[in-house]
């Protein structure tokens, strides 16, 4: 890499060149400044692609959520997924999954990820067993008075 110091004392070079009359020299060392110029230049726009990827992942960050077997994006009032835990995990990528008919699968990695075992919707017309039915379990007891 070419430090700024290198840059400045090469002006500072192809001036003495110049002012010496030794126009050719000047030339050639103008020119290599300026292919220095440009390669700092091009390693600009991409250490500022890399600080903008590092802010889209850490808002990313913000936005996801884990149920404790998946990842959601929760975007705006939108909320979007599943995705792959592993995935997400390991590259840092939004994989989709694909519904099948017991189990998210990851199209990537093929991971795949059981449908809770609750009735959809369309399921409930069909005559269950009580049996089935759980106890719920109150989340807060009222404290007694007295
Ligand atoms: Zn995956």
Known sequence: MFSTLFQATGFKRALDLFEAGRLEEGKALLKSLQEEFLAVCEENEALKRQLSEVAEVLDLAEKVQFDGQKYWLNDEDERRGPFCQVCYDRDGLL????????????????????????????????????????????????RELG
Request: positive net charge; aromatic residues 8%; glycine residues 2%.
């Open 95 to 142: 994989v989709h999954l694909h519904r099948r008919e017991n189990h998210w699968e990851c199209q990537s990695c093929h991971g795949l990820y059981m449908i809770p075992r609750e009735a959809p919707a369309t399921d409930r017309k069909k005559p269950r067993l009580r049996t089935n039915l759980k106890k719920t379990v109150p989340l807060f007891f009222e």
